[in-house]
């Protein structure tokens, strides 16, 4: 019902032109100043945003009435919208994918535009040290589950480190382990899952080449059976696919960067790293990313040497951060948990809106897509009715590839409909299941009256 | 009850089996004359004959020459259909009780499990221990000719059944079956049929335990199948000096399985097998269908035939009646029925199973598909010919032609009256009598129903 209806509310925009000016807005294009002004979109992408834009005849115009327009939010670490999310009895599950299982009817993901998402990068759980495909997708409600992909982003993949791994609190964990349970038990031993797979992918790829080679030297040859499992993880070591990391202490940080450099790939983003503040030089020297809370911990042991600062000492030591929400609630808000940065750690507002807009866009590998206000970039875009560093702000509308797929006027009205529509289908199931139920009765009674029939 | 009671009941059993299969021996030419025949394959023929010898149609028109010999049937006023298939089925297979052991609470609906296929232990390790994979099971290696279910299936007009094994992820391998119930090797028309494949997972500490992880599973184990050829065909034509590759059962099952049945029912699920069976690049057919309705435009073009499932969903019988149901559950609740009807509309190819439906129900669920909009000819032909084209046996069965095994269904009036009874049916050209109205005592339910969906 509600793909029906946003269907009916974007009409108009997408029917009457292509082209569509966002004027009378204060727009916080994170990567080029705030202003007052309009943005100029046309076939789904920006054309112009500035302080004086010449709307074009037939263009559509939205006047913000002087509200806030921000780049639509990217969260780069989600597990809505799937069908499944841990692969849990292998250590090494690469061969599993998001790209499989996308829920495209959760509802979470309409949620999330209500909080002014536009992207997200759904991941694998964290119960294997090296888990599952990513798949980056934006939130384009009542698309089907290759309309919500985010077409041409790099693919990811998860890894964990730590107590999920090595399945610390469950029963007959570690030492005298139960038999059946998985290897590892120890952070040593995610290290050797680690480095053991990469070994094996190494040896992977050069049976591919060694393939190819003869291939080329027109030698007859059969093909090396296809591994769902390596394929994945010769991708990362040939660059084409990120690793997003989930993890918490300083020192297996180091251990994962240092398995990295061996093997010649780079980690991509570090995940929840809330001891990140212990080593962001590290962190930084590396290249890597890290993706944090603003303020979440101690759920358990290892997430307890955690501190609010976090994210703002790792932007100041250099490192590309962002804040993300591992959680459908919490992806809700998360404007807010950017504005957390402000308070501890100082940065200034455009810091703390990078931390939720173009710095995952970046760690995502889609910046020169998504992330700022900028010309040529998708008009994803969210109209918040404060600004919204503020607590107080709610979204307005969200724009996605410059149809509008969020507006909260719209959803209020129809609200009283929806409910009717509801009620009358429910009193239709209830009238049929009490036909249902009186039916025999009747039957009987026919049944009588007919003639002795051919039985 | 007493031994001997027992004893007795037991004997009145096997004397009553005895008679009705004396009853159902038809010797010579059978001439079904002045009927209104529904071909299914050409016109209703409002007073036609159909002619049988020898377990086939020997002819069917409205000038017949009815041969001396021939038992006549003045069959005034009743209507000859195509016997009916019921396109996914576990009858004439043992039957099991429908858990798994390691099904857990909250899980995916347990998948049924047959008697004497044990599966595989399940090992953690991953998709080289070919985890609940039965692939080279056959259903017509398992005929169990004495399941009572074939007399009740077939009192409800069904003669033929596509009959699978059921557990594990690649079941196994389905066999197009006549109800004769007599000896196994003459119930077999076709086998094997297809692969049944479900996406039931089997929780966290099983490989593979996630619906995502099934399917790599199965894309792991299809390009193995692959790969599998390739190497046996280097090693076939060159063996002097080649290591020799492993003999591999669960890819040689697949190998010989002519098309998957892949699991899907809601929207996303046939948008999303539809996409892997293209993947695969094996010819699939999907099961379920109940949210069709919402995408049958795209589920005709893509060209994978559709089994659609007769139970309709229902409200849980222990529902709690304060929780509040969804609007898209309701709604499928409303609208499933609706789905065969949109499938006609855009021309998808599809046929009808009864998932579980008792035997009896099929017609009343039938009944809601027409209701819905679906027309009588086309919920003919989806219980017939189509699903003999859908198997690759519409040269063999599924319409009233020349040549055809002579499998009819006859009804005192229209399948769709529910008040109509059905006469007879024929089976290879045997004749059929349905069982009495009043089920016999014991409970149905808990049978193995196959088709359920995730």
Redesign the interface.
Same mark, same amino acid.
């Given at each position: 019902?509600n793909r029906f209806a946003l269907f009916l509310m974007a009409l108009p925009l997408m029917a009457a032109s292509q082209t569509t000016v966002i004027r009378n807005a204060t727009v916080l294009t994170v990567t080029k100043g705030t202003f007052q002004g309009s943005i100029l979109i046309r076939d789904g992408k920006i054309v112009e945003a500035g302080e004086k834009v010449l709307v074009p005849d037939g263009a559509r115009v939205i006047d913000a009435g002087g509200q806030f327009v921000m780049p639509g939010i990217i969260d780069c670490h989600s597990h809505i919208a799937?069908?499944? =999310?841990?692969?849990?009895?292998?250590a090494v599950?690469s061969?599993? +994918?998001?790209e499989?299982? =996308?829920?495209?009817?959760d509802p979470d993901i309409y949620r999330a535009l209500a909080g002014g998402v536009t992207t997200a990068n759904i991941l694998h759980g964290s119960?294997n040290p090296i888990g +599952?495909k990513c798949q980056v997708m934006k939130m384009r409600w009542g698309k089907?589950?290759?309309g919500l992909k985010f077409e041409g982003a790099m693919p990811g993949i998860k890894f964990a480190l730590g107590e999920n791994v090595k399945r610390s609190g469950s029963p007959g964990n570690g030492f005298g382990a139960s038999p +059946?349970l *998985?290897y590892p038990a120890t952070r040593m031993g995610v290290e050797d899952v680690i480095r053991e797979a990469f070994t094996e992918a190494r040896a992977y790829q050069k049976e591919w080449r060694d393939y190819q080679a003869k291939v080329d030297r027109h030698e !007859?040859a059969?093909?090396p *059976? *296809?591994?769902?499992?390596l394929e994945p993880l010769v991708e990362v070591l040939e660059g084409k696919r990120y690793v997003h990391a989930h993890c918490y202490r300083a020192d297996e940080i180091l251990m994962l960067l240092h398995v990295a450099d061996d093997f010649g790939f780079r980690i991509r983003t570090l995940q929840h790293v809330l001891e990140g503040y212990k080593v962001a030089k590290e962190i930084a020297d590396h290249g890597t990313g890290a993706s944090t809370f603003s303020d979440w911990w101690a759920y358990k042991a290892e997430a307890f040497d955690a501190i609010p600062y976090n994210a703002a000492i790792m932007v100041r030591k250099g490192v590309l951060v962002s804040l993300n929400s591992d959680s459908a609630e919490l992806m809700r808000h998360l404007n807010t948990e950017a504005a957390k940065a402000m308070k501890y750690g100082g940065l200034n507002e455009t810091e703390a809106l990078s931390l939720v807009t173009i710095n995952p866009a970046k760690q995502l590998g889609v910046e020169n897509r998504v992330g700022s206000i900028e010309p040529g970039k998708d008009a994803d875009l969210t109209i918040y009715d404060k600004h919204p560093l503020s607590n107080y702000a709610k979204v307005e509308k969200v724009f996605i590839d410059g149809e509008l797929y969020f507006d909260r006027e719209k959803d209020l009205e129809e609200r009283p409909g929806?409910e009717a *529509?509801?009620k009358a289908? =429910?009193d239709?199931?209830k009238a049929q299941?009490k036909k249902e139920r009186k039916k025999p009765e009747p039957a009987e009674d026919?049944k009588s009256e007919?003639p002795g +029939?051919? !039985? | 009850m007493p031994l001997y009671q027992k004893a007795m009941k037991h004997v009145t059993t096997m004397l009553l089996a005895a008679a009705s299969l004396i009853y159902a021996q038809a010797p010579g030419p059978i001439a079904l004359r002045g009927a209104r025949v529904v071909t299914v394959s050409g016109p209703v023929l409002e007073k036609g004959t159909v002619l049988l010898r020898n377990g086939l149609i020997e002819a069917v028109g409205e000038n017949i020459d009815v041969p001396k010999d021939a038992w006549v049937v003045d069959a005034q006023g009743i209507t000859v259909y195509p016997g009916l298939i019921d396109a996914l089925s576990t009858v004439g297979l043992p039957e099991t009780p429908a858990t798994t052991p390691r099904a857990e609470a909250g899980a995916a609906p347990a998948t049924p499990r047959f008697g004497g296929q044990d599966l595989p232990v399940p090992v953690e390790q991953g998709p080289q221990f070919r985890p609940f994979t039965t692939t080279w099971v056959r259903a017509a290696d398992l005929l169990n000719p004495a399941d009572r279910r074939i007399e009740e299936t077939r009192s409800a007009g069904f003669t033929s059944v596509v009959a699978y094994p059921s557990t594990g992820i690649f079941a196994g391998e389905g066999a197009f079956l006549n109800l004769s119930g007599e000896k196994e090797g003459r119930m077999v028309v076709a086998s094997p049929t297809g692969q049944y494949v479900t996406l039931a997972s089997h929780g966290f500490g099983t490989y593979p335990g996630s619906l995502m992880g099934v399917i790599a599973y199965i894309r792991q184990v299809s390009f193995d199948a692959d790969h599998y050829k390739l190497e046996m065909q280097a090693y076939a034509s060159h063996p002097v000096g080649q290591k020799r590759p492993n003999y591999d059962r669960a890819v040689e099952g697949l190998q010989e399985s002519p098309r998957l049945l892949l699991p899907a029912d809601d929207a996303k699920q046939l948008d999303r097998m539809i996409r892997f069976a293209a993947e695969l690049k094996r010819p699939a057919v999907l099961y379920g269908g109940h949210q069709a309705y919402q995408i049958a435009d795209r589920v005709a073009k893509s060209g994978v035939p559709l089994l659609v499932n007769l139970k309709w969903p229902e409200k849980a019988k222990d529902a709690d009646p304060d929780q509040e149901e969804s609007y898209r559950t309701l709604e499928l609740r409303d609208r499933a029925p609706s789905s065969p009807a949109a499938l006609e509309k855009a021309g998808a190819h599809f046929a009808f199973y009864s998932g579980g439906t008792s035997a009896k129900d099929v017609r009343k669920a039938l009944k809601r598909a027409v209701d819905a909009g679906l027309t009588e000819a086309a919920a003919v032909r989806a219980l017939t010919l189509s699903a003999a084209e859908i198997y690759g046996v519409a040269d063999r069965v599924g319409s009233i032609e020349p040549g055809k095994i002579a499998n009819l269904l006859v009804v005192k009036g229209s399948l769709f009256d529910e008040k109509a009874k059905i006469q007879y049916v024929f089976i290879d050209g045997v004749k059929y009598e349905p069982a009495p109205e009043t089920p016999p005592a014991g409970d149905r339910e808990g049978r193995s129903a196959p088709g359920g969906v995730e």
């Amino acid at each position: 019902m509600n793909r029906f209806a946003l269907f009916l509310m974007a009409l108009p925009l997408m029917a009457a032109s292509q082209t569509t000016v966002i004027r009378n807005a204060t727009v916080l294009t994170v990567t080029k100043g705030t202003f007052q002004g309009s943005i100029l979109i046309r076939d789904g992408k920006i054309v112009e945003a500035g302080e004086k834009v010449l709307v074009p005849d037939g263009a559509r115009v939205i006047d913000a009435g002087g509200q806030f327009v921000m780049p639509g939010i990217i969260d780069c670490h989600s597990h809505i919208a799937a069908d499944s =999310i841990n692969e849990g009895a292998v250590a090494v599950s690469s061969m599993v +994918g998001i790209e499989d299982v =996308i829920n495209p009817d959760d509802p979470d993901i309409y949620r999330a535009l209500a909080g002014g998402v536009t992207t997200a990068n759904i991941l694998h759980g964290s119960a294997n040290p090296i888990g +599952g495909k990513c798949q980056v997708m934006k939130m384009r409600w009542g698309k089907d589950a290759e309309g919500l992909k985010f077409e041409g982003a790099m693919p990811g993949i998860k890894f964990a480190l730590g107590e999920n791994v090595k399945r610390s609190g469950s029963p007959g964990n570690g030492f005298g382990a139960s038999p +059946g349970l *998985r290897y590892p038990a120890t952070r040593m031993g995610v290290e050797d899952v680690i480095r053991e797979a990469f070994t094996e992918a190494r040896a992977y790829q050069k049976e591919w080449r060694d393939y190819q080679a003869k291939v080329d030297r027109h030698e !007859q040859a059969v093909p090396p *059976r *296809r591994d769902l499992k390596l394929e994945p993880l010769v991708e990362v070591l040939e660059g084409k696919r990120y690793v997003h990391a989930h993890c918490y202490r300083a020192d297996e940080i180091l251990m994962l960067l240092h398995v990295a450099d061996d093997f010649g790939f780079r980690i991509r983003t570090l995940q929840h790293v809330l001891e990140g503040y212990k080593v962001a030089k590290e962190i930084a020297d590396h290249g890597t990313g890290a993706s944090t809370f603003s303020d979440w911990w101690a759920y358990k042991a290892e997430a307890f040497d955690a501190i609010p600062y976090n994210a703002a000492i790792m932007v100041r030591k250099g490192v590309l951060v962002s804040l993300n929400s591992d959680s459908a609630e919490l992806m809700r808000h998360l404007n807010t948990e950017a504005a957390k940065a402000m308070k501890y750690g100082g940065l200034n507002e455009t810091e703390a809106l990078s931390l939720v807009t173009i710095n995952p866009a970046k760690q995502l590998g889609v910046e020169n897509r998504v992330g700022s206000i900028e010309p040529g970039k998708d008009a994803d875009l969210t109209i918040y009715d404060k600004h919204p560093l503020s607590n107080y702000a709610k979204v307005e509308k969200v724009f996605i590839d410059g149809e509008l797929y969020f507006d909260r006027e719209k959803d209020l009205e129809e609200r009283p409909g929806k409910e009717a *529509r509801k009620k009358a289908l =429910i009193d239709k199931l209830k009238a049929q299941e009490k036909k249902e139920r009186k039916k025999p009765e009747p039957a009987e009674d026919k049944k009588s009256e007919e003639p002795g +029939g051919a !039985q | 009850m007493p031994l001997y009671q027992k004893a007795m009941k037991h004997v009145t059993t096997m004397l009553l089996a005895a008679a009705s299969l004396i009853y159902a021996q038809a010797p010579g030419p059978i001439a079904l004359r002045g009927a209104r025949v529904v071909t299914v394959s050409g016109p209703v023929l409002e007073k036609g004959t159909v002619l049988l010898r020898n377990g086939l149609i020997e002819a069917v028109g409205e000038n017949i020459d009815v041969p001396k010999d021939a038992w006549v049937v003045d069959a005034q006023g009743i209507t000859v259909y195509p016997g009916l298939i019921d396109a996914l089925s576990t009858v004439g297979l043992p039957e099991t009780p429908a858990t798994t052991p390691r099904a857990e609470a909250g899980a995916a609906p347990a998948t049924p499990r047959f008697g004497g296929q044990d599966l595989p232990v399940p090992v953690e390790q991953g998709p080289q221990f070919r985890p609940f994979t039965t692939t080279w099971v056959r259903a017509a290696d398992l005929l169990n000719p004495a399941d009572r279910r074939i007399e009740e299936t077939r009192s409800a007009g069904f003669t033929s059944v596509v009959a699978y094994p059921s557990t594990g992820i690649f079941a196994g391998e389905g066999a197009f079956l006549n109800l004769s119930g007599e000896k196994e090797g003459r119930m077999v028309v076709a086998s094997p049929t297809g692969q049944y494949v479900t996406l039931a997972s089997h929780g966290f500490g099983t490989y593979p335990g996630s619906l995502m992880g099934v399917i790599a599973y199965i894309r792991q184990v299809s390009f193995d199948a692959d790969h599998y050829k390739l190497e046996m065909q280097a090693y076939a034509s060159h063996p002097v000096g080649q290591k020799r590759p492993n003999y591999d059962r669960a890819v040689e099952g697949l190998q010989e399985s002519p098309r998957l049945l892949l699991p899907a029912d809601d929207a996303k699920q046939l948008d999303r097998m539809i996409r892997f069976a293209a993947e695969l690049k094996r010819p699939a057919v999907l099961y379920g269908g109940h949210q069709a309705y919402q995408i049958a435009d795209r589920v005709a073009k893509s060209g994978v035939p559709l089994l659609v499932n007769l139970k309709w969903p229902e409200k849980a019988k222990d529902a709690d009646p304060d929780q509040e149901e969804s609007y898209r559950t309701l709604e499928l609740r409303d609208r499933a029925p609706s789905s065969p009807a949109a499938l006609e509309k855009a021309g998808a190819h599809f046929a009808f199973y009864s998932g579980g439906t008792s035997a009896k129900d099929v017609r009343k669920a039938l009944k809601r598909a027409v209701d819905a909009g679906l027309t009588e000819a086309a919920a003919v032909r989806a219980l017939t010919l189509s699903a003999a084209e859908i198997y690759g046996v519409a040269d063999r069965v599924g319409s009233i032609e020349p040549g055809k095994i002579a499998n009819l269904l006859v009804v005192k009036g229209s399948l769709f009256d529910e008040k109509a009874k059905i006469q007879y049916v024929f089976i290879d050209g045997v004749k059929y009598e349905p069982a009495p109205e009043t089920p016999p005592a014991g409970d149905r339910e808990g049978r193995s129903a196959p088709g359920g969906v995730e």
